[in-house]
Nanobody, 114 residues
Framework: VQLQASGGGLVQPGGSLRLSCAAS????????MGWYRQAPGKQRELVAT???????NYADSVKGRFTISRDNGQNTVYLQMNSLKPEDTAIYYC?????????WGKGTLVTVSS
C-alpha cells in the first residue's frame, strides 16, 4: 500500500495550496480518506475526512477555508487550502481507512510564512 502526498511548499499568509494524495494497493473507492497534520511540538490532528460516499468532515480550525475531495477514478484525494494562516504550518499526512485497516503516507510539508 502506498499513499503518496504532494503539493506542499512555502506560501504567504492568505495564499492557497492544493495537496494531492495518490493511493495504490487499496480498493480506493471503499476507503474513508483523510488529511491530518502535525505541527512542530504538537500532536497529530485531524484536518478533514471524506467518506467513500463523499461526505466530508472538517476540523473547526479549517472550516470555510479548506475543502477535501476525492476522485475515485484517479485513486486520489485532494485538499484545497485557501486563506492560509501561519498556524496552518505543519506536515500534512494522508490517511486511508477501511474496517480495521489503517494506512498512512509520509507527509508533505506546508509552511505559511511571509
Amino acid at each position: 500500500v502506498q499513499l503518496q502526498a504532494s503539493g506542499g511548499g512555502l506560501v504567504q499568509p492568505g495564499g492557497s495550496l492544493r495537496l494531492s494524495c495518490a493511493a495504490s494497493g487499496i480498493i480506493f473507492r471503499l476507503n474513508f480518506m483523510g488529511w491530518y497534520r502535525q505541527a512542530p511540538g504538537k500532536q497529530r490532528e485531524l484536518v478533514a475526512t471524506i467518506t467513500n460516499a463523499g461526505s466530508a468532515n472538517y476540523a473547526d480550525s479549517v472550516k470555510g477555508r479548506f475543502t477535501i475531495s476525492r476522485d475515485n477514478g484517479q485513486n486520489t484525494v485532494y485538499l484545497q487550502m485557501n486563506s492560509l494562516k501561519p498556524e496552518d504550518t505543519a506536515i500534512y499526512y494522508c490517511n486511508a481507512r477501511f474496517a480495521a485497516l489503517d494506512y498512512w503516507g509520509k507527509g508533505t510539508l506546508v509552511t505559511v510564512s511571509s
